[in-house]
């Protein structure tokens, strides 16, 4: 619920199981008590940018045990001397405040825990699926299905290759055929020139 102008928190539901709540960007300026009531637990809360001034109106976050991190930038509260300090020693349950704990080492990303559990839940979702026998038994089905239609293609493949070769080799039979035929054709020529230069031998030796 951020930066919706929300002035007060009297009319939040009840959500017992919420953990993470945003009412940064608002105009609460107090009121608070009225989250213990409604969302008791409660781990994260986001106040920032909102009109909290004193340490009094903070002090009704002291009910909600399990909140360890709570926002309070850009509120006029942070202008106070020892700020930090007294956050923490007010609110002794909590271990970040504005994303940082008393040492000032970082929160970690909250999101980054969000996914973490996601991830852990999807684990148990596997660990819950039926037994893997049935599915097994499905899938070997489903494989010799697979391979028996890939055996009839394999031979309907075979019979129009074979085919295919049978007819090219009649062709090439043809070919041989007739370049046997253009071979003799050239030989016989070659003997009626060589037929006809013999006489013309004869009648030039004559001569001479």
Known sequence: MANVELTSLAKLPTLSKLRKLELSDNIISGGLEVLAERCPNLTYLNLSGNKIKDLGTVEALQNLKNLKSLDLFSCEITNLEDYRDSIFELLQQIT????????????????????????????????????????????????????????????????????????????????????????????????????KREPEDEGEEEED
Do not use: C, H, T, W
């Not at 909250?110 to 973490?116: K, N, R, T, V």
């Not at 699926?129 to 038994?137: D, F, K, N, R, S």
């Not at 899938?139 to 049978?166: A, P, Q």
């Open 96 to 195: 970040y405040l504005d994303g940082f704990d008393q040492e000032d080492n970082e929160a970690p990303d909250s999101e980054d825990d969000d996914d973490e559990g996601d991830e852990d839940d999807d684990d148990e979702d596997e660990g819950e699926a039926g037994p893997p026998g049935e599915y097994e038994e499905e899938d070997d089905e489903d494989e010799g299905g697979s391979d028996l239609g890939e055996g009839e293609e394999e031979e309907e493949v075979g019979l129009s290759y074979l085919m295919k070769e049978e007819i090219q080799d009649e062709d090439d039979d043809d070919d041989y055929v007739e370049e046997g035929g253009d071979e003799e054709e050239e030989a016989e020529g070659v003997r009626g020139e060589k037929r």
